[in-house]
């Protein structure tokens, strides 16, 4: 069964970029989909984006401009980068493997982001 | 974009059937999942394909979906089930999550 933990910084500033990385075991990257889905406190679920283990990404138009998001497949993990950050991006920011429209997501354990000063 | 619109809240009794909609524009010719999440803890995929359940979830969870709305029901809801749920599918190579519905059991 295929395992997620998201890694990185629990405190960025405000207009610098938020990195993290997603390390994946029990499964290989080198197939489905490699996303990213936030959660503000108190709020729901938000779609980042996702590289398809060919390469080709998408992400949600509202952060497009933004974000980066890339998979290691010889280190087995994919990371997400954020750019211009505020303190509306602070967020449980989960990494999960996504099998397609006709599948569904597992997800990592989720790691809380703080943007402050 | 494509949104996909649960109700905020759902309140229900022990024993009795919940039901929570998910409504999108022809949402019934897409594959919908359920996840319940705790407080604190990741989402948990519960229903996937519209109406699979993976192993290990009680039968009393099952799923639907047909015309625009697709619907989870949970029948005799115990205290356990108190959560939120959110409802999810693809639309043009995007993934979009509806905003959540909170069961309450009282």
């Known amino acids: 069964q295929v395992q997620l933990q998201e890694s990185g910084p629990g405190l960025v500033k405000p207009s610098e970029t938020l990195s993290l990385t997603c390390t994946v075991s029990?499964?290989?990257?080198?197939?489905?989909?490699w996303s990213w889905i936030r959660q503000p406190p108190g709020k729901g679920l938000e779609w980042i984006g996702y590289?398809?283990?060919?390469?080709?990404?998408n992400y949600n138009p509202s952060l497009k401009s933004r974000v980066t998001i890339s998979v290691d497949t010889s280190k087995n993990q994919f990371s997400l980068k954020l750019s211009s950050v505020t303190a509306a991006d602070t967020a449980v920011y989960y990494c999960?493997?996504?099998?397609?429209?006709?599948?569904?997501?597992?997800w990592g354990q989720g790691i809380l982001v703080t943007v402050s000063s | 974009s494509y949104e996909l619109t649960q109700p905020p809240s759902v309140s229900v009794s022990p024993g009795q059937t919940a039901s929570i909609t998910c409504s999108g524009d022809?949402?019934?010719?897409?594959?919908a999942c359920w996840y319940q999440q705790k407080p604190g803890q990741s989402p948990v995929l519960i229903i996937y394909?519209?109406?699979k359940r993976p192993s290990g979830i009680p039968e009393r969870f099952s799923g639907s979906n047909s015309g625009n709305t697709a619907t989870l029901t949970i029948s005799g809801t115990q205290a356990m089930d108190e959560a939120d749920y959110y409802c999810?599918?693809?639309?043009?190579?995007?993934?979009?999550f509806g905003g959540g519905t909170k069961l309450t059991v009282l």
């Open positions: 999960a493997r996504d099998q397609g429209r006709d599948g569904y997501l597992d």
């Open positions: 029990g499964g290989s990257t080198t197939t489905y989909y």
């Open positions: 590289m398809y283990y060919s390469g080709i990404t």
């Open positions: 022809k949402l019934g010719d897409k594959y």
């Open positions: 394909q519209n109406s």
């Open positions: 999810q599918a693809w639309d043009s190579s995007t993934v979009v």
